[in-house]
């Protein structure tokens, strides 16, 4: 007999962890499944964004990254003598309207190990050591597991089923979905560390532009540091990974007595995005439909991203039955996560320039806008948004800032739970519905906040941004769907709302 669940996650990562989390959290019926016993035993990904450190707030799992983490210096290119070309970004004592600072490093064994047991102690089914074999499209959509240790084979039915199973993904070959070549391959070794003494490395993440070799130094949450270097067509593979050749490239920072080597691993760094991140109830998210050159930091990021954009369309489609929301997961999200992918590439290209051109002034403007750019997270384009589409001027496509509590310039308390798990009507000042109109909105859950002087006046990003007349509808995700003007009025607002969610009651 077939088991049943409202959603079947199949890889349990960060991201697919992060994704059963945020669906068992509105009360769905969660199976997550990994091949692995546990949790991988080495660092792999290495930084959270100040949008991550938000998204995890809502699962109360943003301490997790917090307390396993340091923040950087900042972050710059340098040369073959590790001096900086141009003027390094600098991020220290920075907050963003997220609210958290714009990047921190964290050590993963350590944060997977406290959200896989946050994921056992859930009311998640869980079952490691388990692989999916078959997905079955006939009349009840079902998926084959099989139990690795048994040889097994049970059939879950499922509403949902979503592939977090990484650039491998079994749920990406059984959808038979291709994958589009961005045309970024090259061989990497990357090197993790722990340092066995109390010597300084600098707070800075550096893109080092030597013509011998280019490479990248991370400096991940004490006592660890990464390294990262290009391998060349004429490397010797096995040579190269000798802890005598990582003892030479790691030469310029450190002697062999000062540091343990925790993972050398080569990987050929792709620029790859799947023609398709949903086929019928199946979805895909993090590397299973993106997978790009770690420059930009935001590999891990852009799945969590995709969690996030998923979760709330599947939940209010579960609890709403809104159709269109799901309809706008890749519209939302294929052409953003592109868009991670193409400029983790430009800084790599960017690097190769650097290094291989004397004067660097010579290299070309545009390359050098598009490898600094890369850091700017843009807004969402089209999707579930007034009209359908971004525009600047109601802010729509924008995150919404996170409000803050500030007390002698330091955040003391952030406060997103103000605005709620689902959408929210934000204004200063009280707002006047038609009752259809709260009719509605109460049908979907919605929130109205009406922000106290405190929250507005002392955070410069609110500030700015709410001001006397202006009312925003805010997306689950905190995504700005969008504000009232001279030309748009909060009936505008909802009434288009109803069309971009499919709402037919």
């Not at 060349?232 to 005598?244: A, G, Q, R, V, Y």
Request: hydrophobic share 35%.
């Amino acid at each position: 007999m077939d088991v049943k669940y409202d959603a079947v996650v199949v890889g349990l990562g960060p991201v697919g962890s992060f994704m059963a989390l945020k669906l068992e959290k509105y009360g769905l019926k969660v199976l997550a499944i990994d091949k692995e016993k546990d949790i991988y035993p080495l660092p792999r990904a290495v930084s959270i964004s100040d949008q991550g450190m938000r998204m995890h707030q809502s699962l109360d799992l943003e301490n997790i990254y917090y307390k396993n983490s340091d923040a950087p210096g900042g972050a710059g290119f340098v040369n073959e003598n590790l001096e900086f070309i141009g003027e390094p970004m600098t991020m220290k004592g920075l907050n963003t309207p997220n609210g958290w600072p714009p990047m921190r490093f964290f050590h993963q064994p350590y944060t997977d190990r406290e959200i896989r047991n946050k994921l056992l102690n859930s009311s998640c089914d869980i079952l490691v050591e388990h692989e999916l074999l078959e997905i079955n499209d006939s009349n009840e959509s079902s998926c084959s597991i099989k139990n690795l240790n048994t040889n097994e084979t049970i059939n879950y039915e499922f509403k949902y089923l979503i592939g977090a199973d990484g650039a491998n993904s079994k749920v990406r070959e059984l959808k038979n979905i291709k994958q589009e070549d961005l045309n970024y391959d090259r061989d990497w070794i990357i090197i993790d560390i722990e340092l066995l003494t109390e010597k300084e490395l600098g707070e800075f993440a550096i893109q080092i532009c030597d013509p011998k070799r280019i490479g990248t130094f991370i400096p991940t949450h004490s006592p660890f540091k990464r390294w990262e270097f290009e391998i060349h067509d004429d490397d010797n593979i096995e040579e190269f990974s000798s802890d005598k050749n990582i003892n030479k490239l790691l030469s310029p920072w450190l002697q062999p007595k000062e540091y343990k080597i925790l993972r050398k691993a080569i990987y050929q760094f792709h620029s790859v995005l799947a023609e398709e991140f949903q086929k019928d109830n199946c979805f895909l998210i993090g590397d299973s439909a993106h997978q790009n050159p770690p420059f930009m930091g935001e590999g891990m990021m852009t799945g969590c991203r995709d969690a996030e954009n998923l979760a709330w369309k599947i939940i209010m489609d579960f609890e709403y039955n809104l159709p269109n929301l799901l309809e706008n997961y890749q519209i939302e999200r294929k052409e953003h996560a592109k868009y991670i992918v193409e400029n983790s590439l430009g800084i790599g290209l960017l690097m190769e320039a650097y290094a291989h051109t004397e004067n660097k002034e010579d290299v070309p403007a545009e390359l050098v806008a598009k490898g600094y750019g890369s850091f700017i997270i843009p807004p969402l384009d089209k999707g579930i948004f007034y009209e359908g589409k971004s525009n600047p001027e109601s802010m729509s496509g924008q995150l919404f800032p996170q409000p803050v509590k500030i007390d002698d310039g330091e955040i003391t308390e952030r406060c997103d739970i103000l605005l709620g798990d689902y959408f929210s009507i934000v204004a200063r000042k009280d707002i006047i519905l038609s009752e259809d109109e709260k009719k509605f909105l109460s049908s979907i859950n919605s929130k109205i906040l009406i922000l106290d002087s405190e929250l507005v006046d002392s955070n410069m990003w609110m500030s700015t941004m709410v001001q006397e007349d202006k009312v925003y509808i805010v997306r689950p995700d905190k995504y700005i769907f969008g504000s009232t003007n001279e030309n748009v009025s909060l009936s505008d607002l909802i009434e288009d709302l109803k069309i971009r969610i499919g709402f037919n009651n």
